[in-house]
Nanobody
Framework: QVQVIESGGGLVQSGGSLRLSCTASGSTQSYAMGWFRQAPGKEREFVAAINWSGHSTYYGDSAKGRFTISRDGTKNTMYLQMNSLQPEDTARYSC?????????????????WGQGIQVTVSS
C-alpha cells in the first residue's frame, strides 16, 4: 500500500499561485495520482489526475486552464501548480494514489489518501 503526504498549502492572495506537492512512500510508478478538494459545506470535488507514466492528465472544470498537474518518478512526487487562484479555490486539498490510467483514477473509489492540506485564498 502506498502512503502519500501533501505539502505546500497555505494562504495566498487572490490572483496568486501555489504549488502543492504529494510525496509517496515506496514506488509510485504503478499508480495514477491526483487531487480532490473539499470546501466547508460543499461536496468533495475532483481537481486533476495524472496517469502512472505522467504522459496523460485530466482536469476538473474548475482546474482547466489554471492548474497543472505533473509528477517526478525519480522523487516519487506529484505536483499541482495552481495559478490565478480565487477565493472559491479555498478548500482542503487531498492527494490520492489509485489505478493506473486517469480513467482508472476517475472511475475507482478508495485508494491511498493523504490527510489533506489547507489552501486559503484571500480576496
Amino acid at each position: 500500500q502506498v502512503q502519500v503526504i501533501e505539502s505546500g498549502g497555505g494562504l495566498v492572495q487572490s490572483g496568486g499561485s501555489l504549488r502543492l506537492s504529494c510525496t509517496a512512500s515506496g514506488s509510485t510508478q504503478s499508480y495514477a495520482m491526483g487531487w480532490f478538494r473539499q470546501a466547508p459545506g460543499k461536496e468533495r470535488e475532483f481537481v486533476a489526475a495524472i496517469n502512472w507514466s505522467g504522459h496523460s492528465t485530466y482536469y476538473g472544470d474548475s482546474a482547466k486552464g489554471r492548474f497543472t498537474i505533473s509528477r517526478d518518478g525519480t522523487k516519487n512526487t506529484m505536483y499541482l501548480q495552481m495559478n490565478s487562484l480565487q477565493p472559491e479555490d479555498t478548500a482542503r486539498y487531498s492527494c490520492v494514489a489509485r489505478g493506473q490510467s486517469t480513467t482508472d483514477f476517475i472511475q475507482s473509489v478508495g485508494g491511498s489518501w493523504g490527510q489533506g492540506i489547507q489552501v486559503t485564498v484571500s480576496s
